[in-house]
């Protein structure tokens, strides 16, 4: 009987090559695992990218539907200039810096105070719900959220006069709107009052800047 003697050190070289293999199967195996697993976490990317997109679509339609038929920052110029004639109510002139407006308003300064050359943005909406819908201009107390959230101060009332003003050459338009009684006088160029309608049901939202 014939007995084969295997070197040893042959025999370590072939086992140590076989035990590199398997680990980096292994090794293969678990980097292919853990790939899958972070595919299950998270979506890919460009689906990241899509939902963002789609949130910022959504907010801005939510903002179009709003119908914010004029917005403006105004800085006071006076106050009460023909003399105070009411205790909680003050009349300011202001004028805007982007569409050159000038702007006569009854403000209850009792709870809102203005000051000479302040700031403030004014927004003229017909609705406060985002989605566009007719509003009652009853306040409910609601976790609803609306236009007026993104305000300090508001009032409902109605439009109830637009004019032509040609006695500076230039012709200017005048509208005119009562809220409770507190009113409003906005001259300026035609163009903004494009959007605007004799009768017409408006809420005032102001927030100073």
């Given amino acids: 009987m014939c007995v084969a003697k295997i070197d040893d050190s042959a025999y370590s070289r072939v086992m140590s090559h076989e035990n590199n293999q398997i680990k980096s199967t292994n090794f293969l195996l678990c980097e292919l695992f853990a790939l899958f697993l972070s595919s299950l976490e998270s979506p890919p990317s460009n689906s990241k990218q899509i939902l963002k997109r789609e949130a910022r679509l959504d907010s801005n339609l939510s903002e179009k539907m709003a119908q914010v038929l004029f917005e403006d920052i105004f800085q006071v110029k006076r106050i ?29 300064t009792e709870i809102y105070p203005m000051k000479i050359d302040e700031k403030f943005t004014m927004a003229l909406a017909p609705t406060l719900n985002l989605d ?20 300090e101060y508001v009032m409902h009332g109605k439009l109830f006069k637009i004019s032509e003003d040609s006695s500076g050459g230039q012709p200017k338009v005048e509208m005119y709107a009562s809220f409770g009684g507190l009113l409003m006088l906005l001259k300026g160029d035609p163009s903004n009052a494009s959007t605007f309608e004799l009768d017409q049901k408006l809420f005032l939202l102001i927030r100073k800047v």
Avoid: C, H
């Avoid at 959220?145 to 993104?150: E, F, N």
């Fill in 132 to 151: 566009g819908t007719p509003d009652t201009g009853f306040f409910l107390q609601t976790n609803k959220k609306t236009l007026a959230d993104k305000y």
């Fill in 80 to 108: 009460d200039p023909d003399g105070k004639k009411f205790d909680k109510v003050s009349r300011i002139e202001a004028k805007s810096q982007q569409f050159d407006m000038y702007m006569q308003l009854d403000i209850n």
